[in-house]
């Protein structure tokens, strides 16, 4: 112990055993009874014990850790009681405050060397506004926590040393150590009741906010008791009055079903389903399917039908005033709307809807055509014309078949099919419903959606289409099918046959410049808020937007070219301060040819005069895609070899197969055809560019006996003329489809000649007349017409 005797020889009355405390900080002027169980704290009473009974105690800055704060109180032991574990229980009275200077350890006591804190005194006006601030706050703070004694708010009340009242109301407000260590240690008496009464205002301010939220939390435990109670004495009162609440909403549920006048077996089956319904508990999952099922059939049109506008004029009006062209499918809902009228007219003025028992069924067409032909959009006007309601279900990518008949309602969550669902949300029996991209249904292990499909478009089965979430037959056969596909291909057979094809073919160029003039620009500057200003295109700019900033059938790259000028134009006239300083009105501008390159940047397609050159086995044939057509190069070379042949250009196994074809027919025909070599020791390369792009289909027949000729004479095809047409083996030249988008193809390109199929004729005359205007055709029957057509040197047959 001579460590701590020299300690003690400096300065006996500064140095003490230092008592660390958890979660405790000790104020001057008050006492505490603390249990003391922990090594170190035990040490330390034992120490003080043997001096003058002074500790200094600080609180520990971590709960199990050694340190503690610098800043504590010096404490006398006024009562001590030592257990038989050797434990302490003291009470403890705070003298004065102190920090720290010095301390010295050995084992597990610590003597520290304090410097106390010890404030002047002042009784200022200033300080006295102080202390009755303190003093007030304290008061509501007491008022809230309703732990403070009474006896303790009257010694708060009448003191008169701010130390003193400071260390009583941080004795005793409920603070985190870390906040009751800073208003210990503060010096400056001012600043520590300025501390002292923020930390009360903000405690009082947290009480209120909880006091409001109590409030609130009570109101609603009142209300919700309150209407439990209403609802048990309403339960009471149905009893006395022989009334259930319960039956009066299975009433309503029934009531809601019959209003829809639904058949009889459906109404059967729902009141069956309700009389299981009646005896479940409200709570049960098996009520709540239940409830869901009878609501859905509640929902569901089962009688209504939507009035038909019969107007023949008014509904060709409507179809004109919303597309161009079209003539096919507009002639077919005209032919609908017709038929309709007739099956009006034999019916009594008040008797039922036409539709309803009459034994017409709605159609099921389906418009085929590349994208941005306006077949979806036809689709609404369709409904528009007819009066009806529309509801469109967008079969892209749908691989689940219970997407179209629904899940079992035992299933947790199921729901009907979205047929069922898009009949629900039109609410008539007799709505357009567009199934919309039918070509993009995909399968896999989860059943076949076209499968699904069958039924809905067959009108000899829709009548009693089999939803498996209803379990009861619905009507579907009042309803105006239309589906929209790009391309026939990868729609299944037995589906294709219920369906009435109408193609909705590309657009030539006079047919977009009307689209455009009419439709397109009109709508755009009303999107671009310019529908006031004097804006307009000329034909000419439009058909410069047409020929080289597009290269499609339909109009959707057109529309957007459009309006990214109209943007630009927006743009100019809020710089020259139309909108502002001037109206829109008066901003007036026309588009002329010239400018368009101005206004959309450099052109994107330019003609590639190339492909109308003649060049020795280079033919030029027309093809479809699910795009439109395309014209569709074929270059070919020979070299000294066994006769085989190379075909590239990702070519499908058809058009390998036309190559070969073409090939031997050309053999076949040496001496006909007048060229010299022998081909079983010449190998052949044809190549169609745009090797990346998938080609398929025997329409290229032609074109490739063609080009093959052409290298095997050693002379180039006449320039400028395209050609489509499938050969055979024998050299008959057979139709083909698409003709319309191949003729735009090549118009697209600037080939003005066009050798045809002679069975394709029927179908040229059906071309509008500013197509045939830009074309010279040549039918062909074979095709020994067909190449001497492009070989002057042959002779005709």
């Known amino acids: 112990m001579k460590l701590f005797s020299s300690l003690r020889g400096k300065n006996q009355a500064e140095e003490f055993p230092l008592l660390p405390l958890r979660e405790l900080v000790l104020f001057p002027n008050t006492m505490m009874s603390v249990f003391i169980t922990y090594k170190m704290g035990m040490i330390a009473i034992d120490e003080a014990l043997?001096?003058?009974?002074?500790?200094?105690?600080?609180?520990?800055?971590?709960?199990?850790?050694?340190?503690?704060?610098?800043?504590?109180?010096?404490?006398?032991?006024?009562?001590?009681?030592?257990?038989?574990?050797?434990?302490?229980?003291?009470?403890?009275?705070?003298?004065?405050?102190?920090?720290?200077?010095?301390?010295?350890?050995?084992?597990?006591?610590?003597?520290?060397?304090?410097?106390?804190?010890?404030?002047?005194?002042?009784?200022?006006?200033?300080?006295?506004?102080?202390?009755?601030?303190?003093?007030?706050?304290?008061?509501?703070?007491?008022?809230?926590?309703?732990?403070?004694?009474?006896?303790?708010?009257?010694?708060?009340?009448?003191?008169?040393?701010?130390?003193?009242?400071?260390?009583?109301?941080?004795?005793?407000?409920?603070?985190?150590?870390?906040?009751?260590?800073?208003?210990?240690?503060?010096?400056?008496?001012?600043?520590?009741?300025?501390?002292?009464?923020?930390?009360?205002?903000?405690?009082?301010?947290?009480?209120?906010?909880?006091?409001?939220?109590?409030?609130?939390?009570?109101?609603?435990?009142?209300?919700?008791?309150?209407?439990?109670?209403?609802?048990?004495?309403?339960?009471?009162?149905?009893?006395?009055?022989?009334?259930?609440?319960?039956?009066?909403?299975?009433?309503?549920?029934?009531?809601?079903?019959?209003?829809?006048?639904?058949?009889?077996?459906?109404?059967?089956?729902?009141?069956?389903?309700?009389?299981?319904?009646?005896?479940?508990?409200?709570?049960?999952?098996?009520?709540?399917?239940?409830?869901?099922?009878?609501?859905?059939?509640?929902?569901?049109?089962?009688?209504?039908?939507?009035?038909?506008?019969?107007?023949?004029?008014?509904?060709?009006?409507?179809?004109?005033?919303?597309?161009?062209?079209?003539?096919?499918?507009?002639?077919?809902?005209?032919?609908?709307?017709?038929?309709?009228?007739?099956?009006?007219l034999g019916r009594p003025p008040e008797g039922p809807h036409p539709q309803a028992g009459s034994g017409m069924k709605g159609p099921i067409l389906c418009f085929v055509g590349p994208p941005g032909t306006g077949k979806t959009s036809l689709g609404k006007s369709v409904a528009r014309a007819l009066g009806r309601r529309f509801v469109r279900f967008s079969l892209g990518g749908l691989r689940d078949e219970a997407e179209i008949r629904g899940h079992r309602k035992t299933y947790v969550g199921a729901l009907p099919g979205k047929i069922i669902q898009s009949m629900a949300k039109a609410g008539t029996l007799n709505p357009v419903f567009l199934l919309d991209e039918i070509d993009k249904i995909s399968r896999d292990a989860r059943g076949d959606p076209a499968a699904a499909l069958l039924e809905a478009l067959d009108p000899e089965q829709n009548h009693a289409f089999s939803d498996h979430y209803l379990e009861t037959p619905y009507d579907l056969s009042h309803t105006l099918f239309i589906a929209t596909a790009n391309t026939l291909q990868g729609i299944p057979y037995p589906l294709l046959d219920r369906m009435e094809i109408l193609e909705i073919p590309g657009y030539g160029e006079n047919e977009k410049l009307a689209i455009a003039q009419k439709y397109l620009i009109p709508k755009e500057l009303r999107e671009n808020a310019l529908a006031s200003a004097g804006v307009a295109f000329t034909d000419e700019a439009v058909k410069a937007i047409i020929r080289h900033w597009t290269q499609e059938s339909g109009v959707r790259n057109l529309e957007r070219e459009i309006a990214r000028g109209i943007r630009r134009l927006g743009r100019e006239a809020l710089g020259l301060g139309y909108g502002?300083?001037?109206?829109?009105?008066?901003?007036?501008?026309?588009?002329?040819?010239?400018?368009?390159?101005?206004?959309?940047?450099?052109?994107?397609?330019?003609?590639?005069?190339?492909?109308?050159?003649?060049?020795?086995?280079?033919?030029?044939?027309?093809?479809?895609?699910?795009?439109?057509g395309v014209l569709l190069p074929v270059e070919s070379v020979k070299f000294d070899g066994a006769g085989e042949v190379i075909l590239t250009g990702h070519l499908g196994e058809v058009m390998k197969e036309s190559a070969r074809i073409a090939l031997s027919y050309l053999r076949s025909g040496q001496g006909r055809y007048g060229f010299t070599g022998e081909p079983g020791k010449t190998d052949f390369h044809v190549h169609v560019p745009a090797g990346a792009v998938p080609k398929d289909g025997p329409s290229a027949g032609l074109a490739l006996a063609a080009s093959l000729l052409s290298v095997l004479r050693g002379e180039a095809p006449r320039a400028g003329v395209a050609m489509t047409g499938e050969l055979t083996l024998t050299g008959r030249i057979l139709p083909i489809g698409g003709l319309k988008e191949k003729l735009l193809a090549a118009l697209r390109q600037g080939f003005h000649r066009v050798i045809l199929p002679a069975g394709n004729r029927p179908d040229w005359a059906e071309l509008d007349p500013d197509l045939r205007q830009g074309l010279t055709p040549d039918f062909v029957e074979t095709a020994e017409e067909g190449l001497g057509l492009l070989f002057p040197g042959l002779s005709r047959p």
């Open 580 to 628: 502002r300083e001037r109206t829109l009105d008066s901003f007036v501008r026309t588009v002329e040819a010239e400018e368009v390159e101005r206004l959309l940047g450099k052109r994107k397609y330019l003609p590639e005069i190339p492909l109308r050159e003649a060049r020795v086995g280079v033919s030029y044939g027309l093809a479809w895609t699910e795009t439109g």
């Open 50 to 344: 043997k001096r003058d009974l002074r500790l200094f105690a600080a609180c520990l800055k971590v709960q199990d850790g050694g340190e503690t704060y610098p800043s504590g109180s010096v404490v006398k032991i006024v009562q001590h009681l030592k257990m038989p574990d050797n434990t302490f229980r003291v009470v403890l009275q705070g003298e004065y405050r102190g920090t720290i200077a010095s301390s010295i350890r050995q084992n597990d006591l610590s003597l520290v060397r304090v410097e106390p804190i010890k404030p002047a005194e002042s009784l200022s006006p200033e300080m006295q506004a102080l202390m009755r601030a303190v003093q007030k706050s304290f008061a509501q703070y007491a008022e809230y926590t309703k732990k403070i004694s009474s006896d303790t708010l009257v010694v708060a009340e009448k003191t008169e040393s701010s130390e003193r009242l400071a260390n009583l109301i941080c004795h005793t407000v409920q603070v985190k150590p870390g906040q009751k260590i800073e208003l210990l240690s503060i010096a400056d008496p001012a600043r520590r009741l300025e501390a002292v009464l923020e930390t009360l205002e903000r405690e009082n301010e947290i009480f209120d906010i909880q006091k409001n939220i109590s409030v609130k939390v009570k109101s609603r435990m009142e209300k919700h008791q309150r209407d439990y109670i209403l609802n048990e004495q309403l339960k009471e009162i149905n009893k006395e009055l022989g009334r259930d609440d319960k039956t009066e909403d299975f009433a309503d549920l029934e009531r809601a079903l019959e209003a829809k006048n639904p058949p009889p077996e459906v109404l059967l089956k729902a009141r069956k389903e309700l009389g299981r319904l009646r005896k479940l508990q409200a709570f049960t999952p098996e009520a709540g399917i239940l409830r869901g099922y009878l609501e859905w059939l509640g929902d569901l049109p089962w009688s209504d039908f939507s009035p038909d506008s019969l107007d023949l004029a008014d509904a060709e009006g409507l179809l004109e005033e919303d597309h161009f062209g079209m003539r096919k499918a507009k002639e077919r809902i005209l032919e609908f709307i017709a038929v309709h009228q007739l099956f009006s």
